[in-house]
C-alpha cells in the first residue's frame, strides 16, 4: 500500500524533488560559467592575437631584410599552390 501512495503522490517522494530543484539549478549555474569563460576565452585570444600582430610589426621594422626574405618566401608559397 506504501508503493501505490508513492507513484500516485509525487508530494510523499519527500526530498528528492529539492536535489532535483538543486541539479538543475547546478545545471544552469554551469552554462552560464561555460558561458561566462568562453567569453573570457575570446578576450584572451583576442588580445594574444593583437599582441602577435604587433610583435610581427616590430620584428619587420627592425629587420627590414629578414622580412623582405619571409615576404618573398610567402608569395612564392601563394605562387605554387593549387587550389
Known sequence: MADGDLRDNPAARGPREG?????MA????DVEDAQESDAARRRR??????????AKQLRDRVQPRRARAARMRQQMRMRTFRW
Do not use: P, S, T
Not at 536535489?19 to 541539479?23: F, I, K, L, P, V
Not at 547546478?26 to 549555474?29: L, Q, T, Y
Open 45 to 54: 585570444r583576442a588580445q594574444f592575437l593583437r599582441e602577435l600582430h604587433e
Open 26 to 29: 547546478g545545471a544552469v549555474g
Open 19 to 23: 536535489r532535483d530543484a538543486e541539479g
